[in-house]
């Protein structure tokens, strides 16, 4: 582990006006021509330098940080960690903090790992457990809450019971939304239920009514429906089944006619989109073509313009990242590692050196989680 270099005091304001000024330099803040600009446009550089190094010291919000139960670790995707990621997973104390300040993060919005509560079959015991499991999170950031922030786990095999869940944990708890792993098994371990069904509605319109962001977090596909990986299961997880597993349920979520119904309805997408932002065109134009039809009132990239929010979780690619900006807009566009599959050191590393402007620089690792979680 690198040692952890000696910060630079800064306040927030004092960040504030340092990301200010480099929003300035770059010209997207109101009041003054390019001309009047020109003599103090060293000063304003030195400023923009300055918003980079605090963000690169500890001005980051992470919103894909991931931590376990000791009592079913077994049973999620932590169980195939390395022993020293199983460590980093369960500590929710000194060590994860020591991991963020590497990583150049201030704030981490934590949430149960994968398959989480949506693996339950059991509706009884998916209530019991995604109860247990916010409780605990709540008990730790309560603990450290100017570093660490907690998305809900939800019992969506009851979506009353649900809906019920993330009422608590956002007025008493104070989380800032939830993050659910993909489709929920109920009853039957072999069964996968989406959440475009019309039993989901009022789940949405509770979601919707609180006003709080919805992380839908990829899932392995059931061995049942892993026909077009036989003989190579590894493709079904990380590398590639994740995110055609987290963009097919996004798409029934936009085709649905959701978003119509809900149109406020805030949903985040990790990995730079799960492939989403690169298929849009073709989507759009196959439909628009006639060839195929929804229940959308509007062109489904409209919707994740929109209604979603992508992260760079996962994916530590200029490329991909630069795509991302150029299909939903820098504003749309949120740092995350996904921590501890991921490293927090080479997270920053790239994003630090990535060649985008500063001001995006600011929007992506700060100011927009700021706006969109109220901090």
């Known amino acids: 582990m690198e040692p952890t270099s000696k910060k630079p005091t800064i306040t927030r304001r004092n960040f504030l006006e340092l990301g200010s000024a480099a929003l300035a330099t770059a010209g997207v ?19 923009a330098n300055a918003a980079s190094t605090m963000l690169a010291t500890n001005g980051k919000i992470t919103l894909e940080e991931h931590f376990a139960l000791a009592e079913t670790i077994g049973a999620s995707s932590a169980s195939g ?34 398959p989480g509560i949506q693996g339950i079959s ?16 709540a008990e730790h950031v309560s603990k450290n809450p100017k570093r660490l922030k907690g998305f809900a786990a939800l019992p969506l095999q009851d979506p009353q019971a649900a809906a019920e869940e993330l009422t608590r944990c956002v007025k008493e708890l104070g989380f800032c939304g939830a993050l659910v792993h993909g489709f929920s098994q109920i009853g039957q371990p072999d069964s996968a239920v989406y959440y475009d069904l019309p039993q989901y509605r009022p789940f949405w319109a509770t979601v919707q009514q609180l006003d709080v962001p919805f992380y839908l977090h990829p899932r392995t596909p059931l061995a049942s429906r892993q026909q077009s990986y036989e003989g190579h299961s590894w493709i079904t997880g990380s590398p ?20 119509d119904e809900y149109p406020n309805l805030k949903v985040i997408l990790g990995h730079m989109g ?22 959308a009132k509007r ?13 760079t979780s996962g994916v530590f690619h200029t490329p991909a990242l630069t795509n991302v900006i150029s299909e939903v807009g820098v504003d749309r566009v949120l740092y995350s590692v ?38």
């Open 81 to 114: 960690l390395t022993p020293e990621a199983r460590l980093q997973i369960l500590d929710m104390g000194t060590g994860r903090i020591a991991e963020m300040d590497r990583g150049g993060v201030e704030i981490c919005i934590l949430s149960l790992v994968a």
């Open 122 to 137: 059991d509706p009884v015991q998916a209530i019991a457990i995604a109860r247990k499991a916010n409780d605990y999170l």
């Open 240 to 259: 590639w089944g994740f995110a055609v597993e987290t963009s097919i349920h996004a798409l029934r979520l936009m085709s649905s006619g959701l978003f």
């Open 299 to 311: 062109p489904i990239s409209q919707y994740l313009c929109q209604n979603f929010y992508i992260t």
């Open 274 to 295: 799960e492939g989403l932002p690169f298929g849009m065109w073709r989507i759009d134009n196959r439909i628009a073509r006639g060839a195929i039809t929804t229940k």
């Open 338 to 375: 996904d921590y501890p599959f991921e490293d927090m050191g080479a997270a920053r590393d790239w994003f630090d050196r990535a060649p985008i402007s500063e001001p995006e620089r600011l929007k992506i690792a700060r100011t927009n989680a700021q706006k969109l979680f109220r901090f």
């Open 29 to 47: 803040l109101a009041g003054g021509s390019p001309a009047s600009a020109e003599p103090n446009a060293a000063k304003k550089s030195d400023a």
